[in-house]
């Protein structure tokens, strides 16, 4: 089973500029969940999509924003990019059934603003 | 709030040594589930195992074993006869019930170096 992949795995953007990443999950899975990870704040929960439905939101600014496709893919967005939205941004993906809950991480977008 | 804390930053072994990684955890929730993670320099998180809250059995799994201790807010990692391939970052990690697995609360990690 193909795992998660995650497009583009690097990205370079000015401030100012607007991001799109892309996450397509392990097949059958429906919930995508994605962090940041950067080495100040660790690894942070961004949302969580559960069926085309955001079920969960961390703490972030309203310039980050996601949706999910039926066929579960899921696309973050950032828009007016910051130097502080530097970072690694992880998608995962669930069954999210109360026998197989754990989530499955992909490689990672990097990406680095200017 | 939930908090998960791993208090060793940074820990170097010799090949074959035995490490534990150290995790306590803060919930109110008395029905969560706690998490490794792996991360080598690739990037990737790789899941390592999970566990219930309400399962306080230890496991092993070759290599690798877990100690979950509810009374102390504990879920320990022990690698035994430590290779350079361990050599990453570990994340432990928890979820709180009402959304299984859906919102993982980290530590900041612990980098272990295996050194041959």
């Known amino acids: 089973k193909a795992g998660v992949t995650q497009t583009p795995r690097y990205l370079i953007k000015t401030r100012g500029q607007q991001v799109t990443l892309s996450c397509s999950p392990i097949?059958?899975?429906?919930?995508v969940s994605w962090y940041q990870q950067t080495p100040g704040q660790g690894l942070q929960f961004l949302f969580e999509y559960f069926s085309e439905t955001q079920r969960n939101k961390g703490n972030f600014p309203g310039r980050f924003s996601g949706r999910q496709f039926s066929n579960s893919r899921s696309e973050m967005n950032v828009s007016t990019l910051e130097l502080g939205d530097s970072a690694l941004y992880l998608c995962a993906s669930s069954l999210a059934t109360a026998t197989s809950y754990e989530q499955y991480f992909g490689p990672g977008t990097r990406l680095t603003v200017t | 709030a939930q908090k998960v804390t791993q208090a060793q930053t940074e820990i170097s072994v010799v090949e074959k040594e035995d490490v534990t990684l150290d995790c306590v955890y803060e919930?109110?929730?008395?029905?969560?589930?706690l998490f490794w993670y792996k991360q080598p320099p690739s990037g990737e998180l790789v899941f390592l195992i999970r566990r219930n809250s309400f399962d306080e059995q230890n496991e092993i799994s070759g290599r690798y074993s877990w100690n979950f201790q509810k009374s102390t807010s504990s879920f320990n990692f022990t690698i035994t006869a430590s290779q350079v391939v361990d050599s990453a970052v570990y994340f432990c990690a928890l979820s709180e019930a009402q959304r299984v697995g859906s919102t993982l609360t980290f530590g900041k990690g612990t980098m272990l170096l295996v050194s041959p």
């Open positions: 097949s059958g899975h429906r919930s």
């Open positions: 919930t109110r929730d008395t029905t969560y589930y």
